[in-house]
């Protein structure tokens, strides 16, 4: 754990018959024990099943990690990277990388509408040319889901700024994304993409800027 930043705090949901929640149960004690997790909850849902309940755990073991909500079986080593990563941009990234090429999108836009942290992130996914296929088509649904909020008319900047990417489809993506915004502050971003000289953004800018005036 980084000097700059506090050990994360974990939660652990577990059952009575679970045959791997022993073994993360000894794991997150061995984090503990070396300061990489700072406290350490553990509920038997079968005891307690309320919490579950209220959180949607459907399955065990689960464990909260800082922001991070981990489910089915992980390693030692697992949990150490997760609690490592807490608190940083990249780690977010990372997490939200996860949940989306695993189709968690209602968990990972949930996450997105509470935090700000969670927005950064990511557009950090979506700005980077490694980021797959599927992590796309996620970050693509939360960006529909979202369309004509005043969540995303508040990434009209940060959109804006993606619009001279050096790659075609992050342009082109990120001008799409702006057309769903509705702000008039897009258009500005958008414009400049008609002359772009790639023919499929040209093509995006026009049908975001005609979205926009509609």
Sequence with gaps: MSASRPAPDALLLMGTHCPWCPGVLESLNKLLADGAIASLETVNIEEQPGLAADLDVRTVPWVRIGPFELEGLRSERELREWADKAGSANGLAAYLDELLSSGGIDKALGLVRRDPAGRDALLMLFADPETQLNTRIGISAIMEDLDGSELLQGLVEPLGELTRHAEARIRGDACHYLGLSGSTK?????????????????????????????
């Design 186 to 214: 897009a258009a500005i971003y958008i414009r400049p993409l008609l002359q772009d000289n790639d023919a499929d953004v040209r093509e995006v800018a026009a049908e975001s800027l005609a979205r926009l005036k509609g």
